[in-house]
């Protein structure tokens, strides 16, 4: 007598049930470990404790307001300009995300000391970056630095 076909084919898929169990249990005890090591991450990502700073301390401006940070950025444009011999145009306010104060400059003098002026900016501290800057020559020599200057404060 000749076993029905539903008959082989349950038997034959109990039968790669069995032989694949083993390793369905394995792949199983896995997912349960990343699944706790993805919710203790979270969890550590979650807490404020976890925050680190951005900038490491002191190379922030230390102002108690954002147009204290802004004044002490214009200082320090206004010092360097004038030690290099550049010609200082324009300074205003410039929008930046929170905790960052933003200054928009506009300068002009021989190419030499504008780039020195730049570079100073960018490499003494406190922590300044040009975000946006365009160098464009100016009638009768020399050059003009137009930039946003972007510093942290707190």
């Known amino acids: ?11 034959a898929g109990l039968l790669v049930a069995l032989l694949l169990a083993p390793a369905t249990g ?8 990343v699944r706790a090591e993805h919710a203790r991450l979270a969890a550590l990502a979650a807490s404020p404790a976890a925050t680190q700073p951005v900038l490491a301390p ?3 401006i230390h102002a ?7 004044g ?4 320090r444009v206004q010092t360097l300009a004038k030690a290099g011999g550049v010609l200082v145009e324009e300074t205003s ?11 928009r400059i506009r300068v002009s003098g ?3 000391a504008v780039v020195a002026l730049a570079d100073a900016l960018e490499r003494a501290g406190p922590l ?3 975000r946006r800057w365009r160098l464009d020559p100016v009638p009768g020599g020399g050059v003009r630095l137009t930039a946003d200057m972007v510093a942290a404060w707190r």
Do not use: Q
Request: cysteine-free.
């Open 1 to 11: 007598m000749k076993p029905p076909p539903l008959a082989i084919g349950t038997g």
């Open 93 to 103: 306010a410039a929008t930046a995300a929170p905790g960052l104060a933003a200054l």
């Open 26 to 33: 394995d792949v199983l005890g896995k997912l349960a470990t």
């Open 72 to 75: 002490a950025m214009m200082n």
């Open 110 to 112: 021989a190419e030499k």
């Open 58 to 60: 002191g190379l922030e």
């Open 128 to 130: 300044t970056r040009l």
């Open 64 to 70: 108690p307001d954002i147009a204290a940070a802004r």
